[in-house]
Each structure stands twice: as C-alpha cells, then as structure tokens.
C-alpha cells in the first residue's frame, strides 16, 4: 500500500466529514455521544479481550512497567471512560455561541463567534482512554478526529475508535468522523505530519521523544501536550498534617501520569523535622526517594539526586527532595527545571501564596491541593484532550471550547470603505 496515498485519502474523507460536521446541531452531537457510552458499555467484554492482546505483546517485549500500567483496562476504566462521554455531552454546545457583538459608528454590526477547528490529528501513546476521550470532544466541538494511537495499544484503539465509529453514524454524524490509522507502520506518523492541506491542527500526547519528533518535523500547527515535569513546595508555615496527605496523593495515587509529582522542595526552616517524616512516609507507600546535598545529611541512606534527577519526568514511583531557602529558590527552581505544565505550594502566607501565583509561570498553579487536580473532568470540562503546556492557542486541560477557533460575522447595509 502506498502510505502517502492511504493519509491523503484519510485527510479528504476527514476533510468532508469535519465540512458537515460544522452544522450539525447539537441534538445530534449529543445523541451520538450518549449512544457511543451505551455502546462502549455494552461491547465492554470485546474491548477486555482486545486489551489482553496489547497487555501479551507489551510484555513479550518487555515494555515498561509504568507504560503497562497506562495500558491496562478493566470494567471499571470502560465505564468511566463511557461517564465521560456522558459528560461531553451535557456540556453546552460551544460552536456558533456569541462571544460579543457590537456596533461600529458606520452602522455595522461585528460579532465573533466561536466555530471549529476543522479536522483534529492525534497522535498519542499506551493509553486507550485517549481515543474515546478524544473522540468525543473532537465531535462535541463540531470537528472530526484521526487517531495514530502507539503499536502497544493498537488492538484497544481500534477496537474502541470502531464501536464509537459505528455508533456515532448509527446516530446520523458523517461516515468520516473518526478515522483511525490501523497500522503500526511509523511512517503514517511522518505522512501525517505532511498533510497541511487537510488537518487544522495535530495534538501529539506522550513522552518527550514522540512529542520532540512532532514538534520539529510537523507541516501542520501542532499544540504540545504531555509533558509533566511537576513540583510542590513545603513553606516553612505549612500545615504538615495537609502537607503528607497531598504529598502522598499527588505521588502515589497514580504515578505514571503527566501530573504526578516529581520534585518536592522544602523550606529549611522546616528541613530538621520535616525531611525525615516524609521520607519515612514516602518509603512506607513504596516510593524510591532521592535527595540534595541538605536532605543527605539529614537522611544518610537517601539516593544522592544529580542533574538528570532535576530535569526528570518519572512516571513511576519515584520522587527527589531539595531544600530550598525560602518560597524565591523554590520558584527559581521550578523556573529552571520544569515543564510548564503543573505547581504547587503548600503554605498558610497569603504573601507567599500570591507571589508562588503571579511568578510561578506554569498552565496550573495550585495553593495548598494536590497536583492530581490538573484534569479536564475535575475541572468541568467534561474530560480532555490533553493538557497543553504551551500559549498558543490553548493552555492547560483541553475541553471542547479550547477544540475551537473564532469568527468574525459582519451585518452591513451597504457600508464601503472610504
């Protein structure tokens, strides 16, 4: 087969699809979601057995722990990840809302309105819950989707991608609005990154060489998610009972996701007593802890960091300590090592608090709260498509409305430039 062909194809039937999907009302979007739920439930135990393929392969080939763990689905993940498609759609239709409208002097009347984005290219690794996820907002902002999920998920996503396929034309959407590419051959991706012609917009979502190889090699404008390089930081005022409690939550109750805790500054002032307790509380949730030079002399045995530690994305069960002089350092190490994507402070100082706010320049800053807050569905988006760490055009978890672009509509009477 001829892979350039096969992608042109793909982004003209996308092409069409994404041209009717822009008017279709949001009766039918909705309908079509709740009906992609019911049947992704109903068909739970052919998604099960697919996902048993990927799980053998993944471990014949040795994949990492913290990837097969991404990997996995069971009854309950099916159906959350059926509750959020629920959820997309009972969230307010965003294509054709007016943002504002005003009048001009010369009588005209300007408006902008929110439309979509057109056609969506995912790209996107291990986890399967991405495809229904992606899917549904895709439709729900009036755009349609093709999904490159990895190799080691490839019998999940397409066995999800077709039952929410068939559901959704089932429902009266195009024949074309989710597409996914049934081969593994790495060069789709390379093909895929050429059609400018055809997608608006590719969302690479994964670990740091996938998403380098999009960003450096793309035709197409691309928004960069994923990458979670995550910090809290310990003041010296902090309430250190809520301080394990989000610590540990923020670490363990998920490690191998993008906003899983990575680094864990500490104010001196509290390093005597509080190093040694939540080492000793890390290590009791089975929890590989590294440290500076400080956390060393306090705690002997600890894993000395060094400088690939400080630049670490983990996505496991492990964790580096630093101290730091006050809320100033923290902040400048957060500057110099992470990803822009998710920070937090733990402190009882509103002075603080407000300066980690307004300084700390990440897609989300947390005063006091776990880290594993940073998500679409715990922020009332229904669910995400990502959660962006760039400016442009989007920033943080990716709902429908951010799955969208703007348009300016004019009504004139006759009015020419003079």
Known sequence: MNIKLDMVRIGENANQAAFILKNISSTLKNNA???MADELEKESGRILEENKKDLENARKNDLEQEKIDRLVLNSDKIHKISEGL????SLQDPINKVLSMWRRPNGMDIGLVRVPLGVIGIIYESRPNVTADASGLCLKAGNAIILRGGSEAIHSNIIIADILHRAAVDEGLPENCIQIIRDTNREYVGEMLKLKEYIDVIIPRGGKSLIKRVIE????PTIETGIGIVSLFVNHDADLTMADRIIINSK???PAVCNALDKLLIHEKIMDEYVPRIVKLLRSNGVEVRGCEKTAQIVPDIIAANEEDWNAEYLSLKICI???ENVDEAIRIITKYDSKHTEAILTNNYSDSRKFLNEVDAAAVYVNASTRLTDGGVFGLGAEIGISTQKLHARGPMGIEQLTS?????YGNGQIRE
């Open 406 to 410: 703007m348009k300016y509509i004019i």
């Open 33 to 35: 979601l709740l009906r």
């Open 322 to 324: 630093r101290v730091v």
């Open 217 to 220: 090699n793309s035709h197409v």
């Open 86 to 89: 629920q959820d997309i759609a």
């Open 252 to 254: 363990c109750s998920y």
